[in-house]
């Protein structure tokens, strides 16, 4: 497979390929981990050559495993009764566990993310001092809950759905100092929501 | 210098890898081909207008395009994008590809990668970069000379270990940040991981609910592979061995942990490593089997 007398490219030109290949990585390495080392002047640079065709984001399980998940939960009126509170992510989940190679998984981080974003819309809901509904009900979380609820839940078609609720159930692992694992639930619920007809 | 030199020139002379490359992009155009059939199966929430996440376009000008399936007005012609990418993967797998089918896969794959970030992992994140580079795999077979197949050849060379230090690059940063945490110095980050159902399977904690000598040895592993990765992928006498562990972890993250798609695109990804050698005779077998097929 080798010609020692094939040409090859004119030194100047190889070189500057190699040039640009080394500037590209330059470029990586500095958005990767330059954030807390380089001046904010080179890491931006970095950062606007990198975002979004380059970006890339490897803090895989780093630098702790999640200790937390969180599970968007909803339950709706209906004829002046409660239904109790319903976990959408629930039958995804068992088709992940049925089927590793399925979409199961997929829309288990899809449905998941709603879970992320109503705790985040917590958060930041918690930095007011008295929150108005309209402020509640437009957290970003809270938007694509209702779209869930209204639009993809097996209650989305029911004509006589008055009002619903959002909520948000924590899991939280903690290890304890003799080495056992044990666990938290903190529910966060968001406040109910009238239906408009 | 004037050795130097010598080497620099037998190296873009150099023609060994070209069975490495097409076994590459063949293996990871079947691992897209799973991914994208499994995604069109629920296509309207994952790209289309059922979507349940929140939609993010901060860019404008050219960037604009990396996340256009973030775009309402875009989101009901997902099939324009899922579709020709699939075909051009399925030509891909079969020998049918060039430079500008190439560069449109990465295209595609960027525009519904980002369609839904919610489905993203780090080899979502490393396929993005891969898929770039693999647009200079150009085919220069052993009768071409000229500038233009030194060009070529250059640039397919570039590309093919730009791959290397990319995949490099994925485990040293993940490696790199979890030095900033304890539990992977203290080895409970394979129990804390597997410990949530979702990542693991139904009842795991009552059947693990302290750490264990395995689950201990598998956290040092893990965390020692991806910060040796990086340095030892170069040194050929124990690449296999240690790609053979590799191996072995990313299975684990398929059954166990069920990331199918990060487990199955780093394993298809490790096929840029292989020696040259093993690469042709697989590339042989595989045109064998279609061969057969034919007749």
């Known amino acids: ?197 | 210098m004037r050795r130097l030199n010598d080497i620099w020139v037998r190296w873009q002379r150099h023609l060994d890898m070209l069975p490495v490359s097409e076994l590459f992009i063949r293996a990871i155009y079947l691992t897209l081909i799973w991914s994208t059939i499994k995604l069109l199966l629920i296509g309207d929430v994952v790209w289309g207008e059922e979507w349940l996440h929140v939609r993010y376009t901060p860019f404008g000008n050219i960037d604009r395009f990396a996340m256009i399936l973030n775009e309402a007005v875009v989101r009901p012609h997902y099939l324009w994008f899922a579709l020709p990418f699939l075909a051009l993967l399925i030509g891909g797998v079969i020998g049918r590809h060039n430079v500008f089918t190439r560069a449109v896969v990465w295209y595609l794959y960027v525009a519904l990668h980002f369609g839904n970030v919610e489905i993203s992992t780090g080899g979502h994140h490393l396929y993005q970069q891969l898929l770039f580079f693999h647009i200079l795999f150009f085919r220069v077979n052993d009768q071409e000379d000229g500038m233009w197949a030194a060009a070529r050849r250059m640039l397919h060379h570039l590309g093919f270990y730009a791959i290397w230090i990319n995949i490099a690059l994925l485990y040293f940063a993940s490696a790199y940040w979890k030095t900033f945490g304890e539990m992977w110095f203290n080895g409970q980050a394979m129990l804390m991981s597997i410990s949530f159902e979702p990542y693991s399977f139904p009842g795991i904690l009552d059947l693990l609910p302290s750490n264990t000598w395995y689950l201990l040895v598998g956290t040092y592993a893990v965390f020692a592979y991806q910060l040796l990765f990086a340095v030892v992928i170069w040194i050929k006498p124990v690449r296999k061995p240690f790609l053979l562990f590799g191996l072995l972890f990313h299975l684990s993250i398929v059954f166990i942990v069920g990331l199918a798609d990060f487990g199955l695109f780093m394993i298809a990804s490790y096929s840029i490593f292989l020696a040259p050698a093993d690469a042709r005779k697989l590339m042989e077998r595989l045109s064998v089997v279609r061969l057969k097929r034919k007749q």
Not at chain 1, 67 to 93: A, M
Not at chain 1, 124 to 145: D, H, K, N, R
């Open chain 1, 1 to 197: 497979m080798q010609n020692s007398r094939k040409r090859t490219l004119p030194s100047w030109l190889s070189w500057l390929f190699v040039v640009i290949f080394l500037a590209h990585f330059s470029a990586i390495l500095i958005h990767q981990f330059g954030k807390n080392t380089l001046p904010s002047l080179i890491v931006e640079v970095a950062d606007r050559y990198a975002s979004p065709w380059f970006y890339q984001n490897y803090e895989m399980f780093a630098p702790e495993p999640h200790t937390q998940i969180n599970k968007f939960v909803y339950r709706v009126k209906s004829h002046g009764e409660w239904s109790t509170w319903k976990d959408p992510v629930y039958p995804h989940l068992q088709d992940l566990w049925s089927n590793r190679f399925g979409n199961g998984g997929d829309m288990y981080r899809i449905i998941g993310g709603i879970a992320d974003k109503l705790y985040e819309g917590q958060h930041l809901i918690g930095f007011l001092e008295a929150p108005t509904q309209a402020q509640w009900f437009s957290l970003p979380g809270f938007l694509v809950a209702e779209r869930f609820v209204l639009g993809q839940s097996p209650f989305a078609t029911d004509p006589s759905l008055e009002v619903f609720q959002v909520g948000v159930l924590t899991e939280v692992h903690r290890m304890t100092e003799a080495g056992e694992l044990r666990v938290v639930y903190v529910f966060q619920a968001y406040p109910e929501k009238v239906v408009e007809q």
